[in-house]
C-alpha cells in the first residue's frame, strides 16, 4: 500500500513539475516582488532604519524575504489546485486506481520544488547585494530544515484555500494576509520600535519567532528559545492544515 501511494505521488507531482516547466514565469513572478521589497528596502530605507549596531540591513531583512517569498509562492498552488477541481481532472482521477492522498501530496511536493528554487533566487540575488553570513554546513542545513517546514505549513493552507474557493481570484486571494503578516513582525525593524499593542501582537505572532531564528542562525549567535517556539507554531499549523485539507478533500470527493 505505501509503495502504491509513493509511485501515485511521483507520477502525479511529475505531471505538476511538466506544468510549472512549461511555464516558469510562476517561479519568476514569484521570485520578482520578494527582489522589488529587498532592493527597496536596502537601498531606500535602510539607510534609514537604526537598527544599534553595524549590521548589514540586507543581513537584518532578508530571513523576512524569505517568508515573502514563500507566502508569495503557495498562492499558486491554490490556483493550480482550483484549476484540477473545475476541470473535472479530480473526479478522472477517482475512476482510476490511484491513492486518493497522492493526489494533494503532488500539488504540495509541487509548491515545495517550486518554492526551494524561488527561494534559491532570492538568496543569490541577497548574496550579490551584500548579504554574508559565516553559516556552516549544518546550520545551512537547520535553515533549509525551517523554510521547509514553513512551505509546507503555508501549503497545506493553500490547499484548504483551493479545494475550498469559488473564483479563480478566491483561490490565491487567501496569501494577501500571509504575505503582510511579516511586516507586521521583526522583519524589517525591531518591535521595540513599535507601537505597544502593535509590538504585542508583533512579539506573539509565529513570523517573528521564525524570522529571529532564521536571523540569528545566519549571525551565528545564539537561537534561545525562539527556535523552539518557532517549531512548535510551525508543527501546530502544519497539524491543523493538513488535518483541515484532507477532511474538505474527503467531503468534496463523497
Known sequence: MTTHVIGDTAVLTSRSLRHILRSPDTIITTAVTPIALMLLFTYVFGGAIDLGSQASYIDYMLPGILLITIASGVAYTAYR?????QGGIFERFQ??????????WAHVLTSLVANVISIAIVIGVGLIMGFRTGASLWVWLAVA???I?????LT???VIAGLSAKTVDGASAFSYPLIFLPFISSAFVPTDSMPAPVAWFAENQPVTSIVDTLRALFAGEPVGTDIWVALAWLVAILIVAYAGAV??????MR
Open 156 to 158: 497545506w493552507i493553500a
Open 95 to 104: 475512476s482510476m486506481p490511484i491513492a486518493r492522498s497522492s493526489v494533494l
Open 145 to 147: 530544515g525551517i523554510l
Open 247 to 252: 477532511a474538505i478533500y474527503k467531503r468534496k
Open 81 to 85: 489546485l482550483f484549476l484540477d477541481m
Open 149 to 153: 517546514l514553513f512551505t509546507l505549513a
